[in-house]
């Protein structure tokens, strides 16, 4: 059956700090792998990953995949409170081409 | 652009009535989904749908029913609500299929609440 599964499912740092968010999936016919973040309301796009090892960056966020190993990093440097949210990771594939999303992991950061 | 829109906002239904979640897009999206929220198990998918005309099931498909007579619209219709279906319901919108690493565009979300 194909899963994804984040870790932590959630976490409190202080402002300041720096994260890593994990995502390790198994699922046949890997196309992608995506990030979402999710305030209060709708998620909203972060990043795609498709090639192992190349880093995607957007300010203080970034992330790799490692396809060998199966799973993928986001890092977030020097955290402000508006970073508090759900992030999800989707990954794009499966016996039917879908997205499977992982459960998320709720971020919370302190001032 | 509106984007994705989905009306209502909130909603609350007694146990075995029936309703329908609107969905609508602005960006001649081919691919459109629908998804529901509840705590712990993240986003699941319930039906989507390729191209005006063809729709299919996603993992949670009992209980809702879809169909997609133009390419912008794509409503969720509840037939018998169940306390089951309590839950916060997101239409997504892409250019092609989600599976395929195509970005998603998420609507605001429907909470709907089953007595």
């Known amino acids: 059956e194909d899963k994804v599964v984040q870790s932590p499912l959630s976490l409190v740092v202080h402002e300041g700090d720096t994260v890593t968010l994990n995502c390790s999936y198994e699922?046949?016919?890997?196309?992608?792998l995506l990030w979402y973040k999710q305030e209060k309301k709708a998620p909203t796009f972060l990043f795609m990953l498709?090639?192992?090892?190349i880093e995607k960056k957007s300010g203080r966020l970034s992330s790799i995949l490692d396809k060998k190993e199966l799973f993928s990093i986001l890092n977030i440097t020097a955290t402000q409170t508006g970073d508090s949210a759900v992030y999800l990771c989707?990954?794009?594939?499966?016996?039917?081409?879908?997205?499977?999303f992982g459960t998320g992991t709720l971020l919370a950061v302190q001032p | 652009n509106a984007g994705v829109t989905q009306t209502p906002k909130f909603q609350v239904l007694k146990t075995g009535q029936s309703m329908t979640l609107q969905c609508a897009q602005d960006?001649?999206?081919?691919?459109m989904s629908w998804y529901r929220q509840d705590p712990g198990m993240g986003l699941r998918l319930i039906h989507y749908?390729?191209?005006?005309?063809?729709?299919d099931q996603g993992e949670v498909p009992n209980g809702y029913n879809v169909s997609r007579s133009t390419t912008e619209d794509f409503p969720l219709r509840l037939l018998s609500a169940a306390p089951s279906q309590t839950s916060v319901y997101f239409c997504?919108?892409?250019?092609?299929?989600?599976?395929?690493?195509?970005?998603?565009?998420f609507g605001p979300g429907t909470r709907l609440t089953v007595t």
């Open positions: 997504a919108s892409s250019y092609g299929g989600g599976g395929l690493g195509y970005e998603q565009y």
């Open positions: 699922v046949t016919n890997f196309r992608s």
């Open positions: 498709t090639s192992s090892g």
């Open positions: 989707a990954v794009g594939g499966g016996a039917t081409n879908k997205l499977i």
């Open positions: 960006m001649n999206h081919e691919y």
């Open positions: 749908s390729v191209g005006a005309g063809i729709t």
